[in-house]
């Protein structure tokens, strides 16, 4: 009787942990963040690029790798444009072998307002877009021939905004853009301002790879490009587009001051006193994404602003990550939270008037502006006037500017909470 009741008792137990089995959905891995899926290459092939395709050119050199890398890391699909993309046959190995061997640059002037539209129609989802040209803001021939000198009249206003409209589309859309600038030596006919055509050789023309997309795309594919390269860019530059990056994590103890706790992002249970010292504590925040001349020290600290309610806060230390004095002993998941951030943030509070405050930290979107005056001309007829410069250059860039840099546009835009 005991042996039955024994195996009733055993087949029990074995039904009821069967019943309280988790369920296997609960246990999958927590999806990736989608990558790049596919990118669009596009070379602007209209007449004034054939320079850049003869003879042993820096172009040919960075074109060919941009297309090769960029290839290891999405696939990519190749189209040449002047007035609407067509897509190369070839694939990748074909298209790099033709920029030796084929005459590709041939076609009629273009507009770059038009393209820049045709190219950002192909950055959509987890699609990422790269266009190169020598961005030589430009009205059609037609128009040339009537008036020789409406580039240099009309490119601050008609042609300045016709860039801004396409860009500023782009931006409600989430699309940002990056700039890379280069040099390379250029052998071939060279088109001025009104057309008038000179033999160039060997002199050296500034072209340019932009690539567009969504902001995290555009960080990840520069980030391994960069890594990738050969040659490096002369200058660049980044327009973030999107709301600005709102998460942060808060550290328990690094760099911690005075009396407090962290919970849920906030700083609580602050205690103030003549005993007391005064409270500091430390923020991490990922900028990877953002410029690297927006990621330095010196430009946070002049930068930021931060406002609060109730309360006196000063920002007192700006720290990379490799920066960040480790030998003090940290605990696991501090050492987690610091890998997970580029930069160290330390905040020293001066007063709490009431209870509690709200703290609004933000960082304005800001651009460089090295293409003002070395990169661009307004008369580009002599060597000396175009020589390492591109005509109009200051009013293209400007109306991408002008597309990304609002008043509600930011790189960094988050709240935290200060208690007593």
Not at 70 to 81: E, H, K, L
Not at 91 to 96: A, I, R, T
Not at 177 to 199: E, H, I, L, R
Not at 203 to 224: C, H, M, N
């Amino acid at each position: 009787m005991k042996t039955i009741q024994i195996v009733l008792l055993v087949t029990l137990l074995s039904v009821l942990g069967c019943k309280t089995k988790p369920k296997t959905e609960t246990t999958k891995p927590a999806e990736k963040p989608a990558g790049i899926s596919q990118i669009h290459f596009f070379l602007e092939t209209s007449a004034s690029m054939g320079g850049y395709l003869k003879g042993g050119t820096t172009f040919k050199d960075v074109v060919s790798e941009v297309v090769n890398k960029s290839n290891q890391i999405a696939p990519v699909t190749v189209y040449t444009i002047t007035d609407k993309p067509q897509a190369y046959s070839g694939g990748v190995g074909g298209f790099v072998e033709s920029l030796a061997t084929t005459p590709l640059a041939n076609g009629k002037s273009s507009k770059l307002h038009t393209i820049f539209g045709q190219v950002g129609a192909k950055a959509t989802g987890n699609d990422v877009a790269v266009f190169v040209s020598d961005c030589i803001l430009s009205f059609p021939d037609t128009d040339i021939k009537r008036d020789p000198e409406i580039n240099r009249n009309n490119a601050s206003s008609v042609l300045k905004n016709q860039i801004n409209d396409q860009f500023a589309a782009l931006n409600k859309k989430g699309i940002g853009a990056m700039v890379y600038a280069f040099n390379s030596p250029f052998n071939g006919t060279y088109y001025d301002y009104q057309n008038k055509k000179t033999t160039l050789y060997e002199e050296q023309r500034p072209f340019y790879v932009w690539i567009i997309g969504k902001q995290t795309l555009i960080a990840d594919l520069s980030r391994q490009l960069q890594d990738r390269l050969s040659e490096r860019p002369a200058q660049q530059l980044s327009f973030g587009s999107g709301e600005g990056l709102k998460k942060y994590d808060l550290f328990f103890a690094l760099n911690k001051k005075g009396d407090w706790r962290a919970e849920r992002g906030n700083v609580t249970e602050i205690k103030f006193g003549r005993k007391a010292d005064p409270a500091e504590f430390a923020i991490g925040l990922d900028l990877s994404g953002l410029p690297a001349y927006a990621q330095s020290a010196d430009y946070l600290k002049d930068n930021i602003v931060l406002k609060a309610d109730n309360a006196t806060l000063k920002l007192t230390n700006v720290q990379r990550r490799e920066n960040v004095n480790t030998t003090k002993r940290m605990s696991d998941r501090e050492q987690q939270l610091l890998s997970h951030n580029t930069h160290v943030l330390t905040f020293k509070i001066e007063n709490l008037i009431d209870d509690d405050a709200t703290v609004n930290l933000r960082l304005p979107v800001r651009f460089d502006n090295w293409y003002e005056t070395d990169w661009s001309t307004m008369d580009d007829r002599t060597e000396a006037g175009r020589r390492k410069k591109t005509f109009a250059l200051v009013h293209l860039m400007n109306g991408v500017r002008e597309a990304y840099q609002t008043n509600t546009n930011d790189f960094v835009n988050f709240t935290f909470k200060l208690e007593k």
